[in-house]
């Protein structure tokens, strides 16, 4: 390089010799985060196919409305109440799998995104293929890219609200994921699992849905324990006191009283929470019993003797302890 061109070069002032030689990095190493974005449209769309442009650079886009802008850092999700409804139900039918095994990203969500639509708007026309798309649903909430497994859980709970109890067979692929998703500390990813599970123990009945939770309560994974405890105790008022005295006080009795010892505070919280819910259930009853019943019966005579008949001495003293500083709280 000859003298005049070295002096040329000296005289560029540091700030923009560093802007070019940032440029040129970022064109050989585009920023990672560039293709989790502009995501917002196909969860506008309204049909099956996708509207995807081209790949820029590397970087997928996807097709806007005019208007609407995109943010450089956030990726919006609709909510169910702004759905809306397909133009082409049979093209999305024959599509649909093939749209969830997809191995381009996108079009696994718009796919997502159009089961949300059928079971909202068409669930007897999806009603056939269901358990495959519960499959390919499950399989997407394991996926790494955040926006995949966030539209999957709010497939998720779409499904539950529409289908109910008739998913309750293909429920336990998705039930150990949302969990897993509940427990994790992506704070937006966790949120939406949250929001699942409670449209989960809302929209299936309690009856089908406590045997499908009871084994997770004793999961090695704490933080799997606590969102299922968190579960059972929201489940179980939905059966209602006779239901609950259907079910059997005694067998609630022995799973809230498991949790009371746990880890994690919110699992000791959900049994706090049940075992109250248990107590006026009980009482409640109690009180309705003919006198004579109650002495043939000690073990159904007062809330202190019937959990000292059913659990071990230790376990009823812990029960008997929460409940009857939560009675004193309400007195005071």
């Not at 005289?11 to 920023?31: D, H, N, Y």
């Not at 397909?86 to 649909?96: A, F």
């Not at 002495?295 to 009857?324: D, H, I, Y």
Request: charged share 25%; with cysteine.
């Amino acid at each position: 390089m000859s003298e005049s061109a070295l002096k040329d070069l000296n005289t560029i002032p540091a700030t923009e010799r560093k802007s070019e030689s940032s440029s040129k990095a970022s064109l050989t190493k585009p920023p990672v985060d560039n293709a989790s974005e502009n995501i917002e449209e196909w969860q506008k769309k309204k049909s099956c196919p996708p509207l995807v442009s081209p790949p820029v650079n590397g970087n997928q886009t996807v097709n806007v409305n005019s208007g609407v802008e995109i943010g450089n850092a956030e990726v919006e999700y609709i909510e169910s109440e702004n759905l809306s409804d397909l133009e082409d139900i049979d093209t999305c039918l024959k599509n649909l799998l093939s749209g969830l095994d997809s191995k381009d990203w996108v079009m696994v969500c718009d796919a997502l995104n159009n089961v949300r639509r059928l079971s909202l708007f068409h669930k007897e026309a999806m009603l056939e293929m269901l358990g495959d798309v519960i499959t390919f649903v499950a399989k997407s909430l394991k996926s790494p890219r955040s926006a995949v497994c966030k539209t999957a859980i709010m497939t998720s709970a779409d499904i539950f609200s529409a289908y109910n109890d008739l998913i309750i067979d293909s429920l336990d692929p998705l039930l150990v994921q949302l969990l897993l998703k509940a427990s994790q500390d992506k704070r937006f990813v966790c949120e939406a699992a949250e929001k699942a599970l409670i449209a989960m123990t809302t929209w299936i009945s309690p009856v089908a849905l406590l045997p499908k939770l009871q084994p997770y309560l004793k999961n090695r994974n704490p933080r799997i324990r606590a969102k299922a405890a968190m579960c059972f105790s929201r489940s179980v008022p939905q059966l209602g006191a006779e239901g609950i005295k259907t079910y059997g006080i005694d067998k609630l009795i022995q799973v809230a009283a498991s949790q009371l010892s746990d880890q994690l505070p919110e699992s000791r919280e959900a049994a706090r929470t049940l075992l109250l819910e248990l107590q006026n259930v009980y009482e409640k009853f109690h009180d309705l019993m003919p006198a004579a019943t109650v002495s043939e019966q000690p073990e159904m005579g007062s809330w202190e003797n019937f959990c000292q008949s059913k659990l071990s001495p230790l376990s009823a003293q812990a029960v008997l302890r929460v409940t009857s500083i939560a009675r004193e709280g309400l007195v005071s």
